[in-house]
T-cell receptor, first 113, second 114 residues
């Protein structure tokens, strides 16, 4: 089955620790995205990548970092510089070339204690 | 700027009631419009979309029409079921500097009672 996987589903970390969230897709999509969702709010774009070894900041990139070494993988690191890291993180992917639907993974809920 | 405003929730209806969730947008350019649905503890699923003015998107009994004159994309369903209980997000999509950007509304939580 084609799709997007995110792991783990729930993640707990102590304040001051960096943590990396996994996102893998087997849809052969060129573009991948990371969003953050807070209660009662819509999704906000953190980072996106249109091609391997290249990525751009979204609207709320501060305190986050990403890498895109393989087409199918786009891990997100939440660093200790992120002031309010507790949130639901969603990864998405899409084709390029005009507008294409973004497909979402199941999400990772990060709680920083 | 680009933004989406949705009807505030939560919305609670009885089974078989008629549903409308309002969505209006402001955008520079000509966006595509989307409704996504999120079930508890899950990611977002695309419910329907419309890519140009007067297009109607439909899926699973839900419909929405892209109204350029009123900058709206209201979601409707004639008879809701308990299984429709979820959070619904309206979003606009634009190509900005060669990249696809989705701008989301804040979401509307829908609860259907049997």
């Amino acid at each position: 089955d084609g799709g997007i996987t995110q792991s783990p589903k729930y993640l707990f970390r102590k304040e001051g620790q960096n943590v990396t969230l996994s996102c893998e897709q087997n849809l052969n999509h060129d573009a991948m995205y990371w969003y953050r969702q807070d209660p009662g709010q819509g999704l906000r774009l953190i980072y996106y990548s249109q091609i391997v070894n290249d990525f751009q900041k979204g609207d709320i990139a501060e305190g986050y970092s990403v890498s895109r070494e393989k087409k199918e993988s786009f891990p997100l690191t939440v660093t200790s510089a992120q002031k309010n890291p507790t949130a639901f993180y969603l990864c998405a992917s899409s084709n390029l070339g005009g507008w294409d639907t973004q497909y979402f993974g199941p999400g990772t809920r990060l709680t920083v204690l | 700027g680009n933004s989406v405003t949705q009807m505030e929730g939560p919305v609670t209806l009885s089974e078989e009631a008629f549903l409308t969730i309002n969505c209006t947008y402001t955008a520079t350019g000509y966006p595509s419009l989307f409704w996504y649905v999120q079930y508890p503890g899950e990611g977002l699923q695309l419910l329907l979309k419309a890519t140009k003015a007067d297009d109607k998107g439909s899926n699973k009994g839900f419909e929405a029409t892209y109204r350029k004159e009123t900058t709206s994309f209201h979601l409707e369903k004639g008879s809701v079921q308990v299984s429709d209980s979820a959070v619904y997000f309206c979003a606009l999509g634009l190509i900005i500097q060669g990249a696809q950007k989705l701008v989301f509304g804040q979401g509307t939580r829908l609860t259907i009672n049997p």
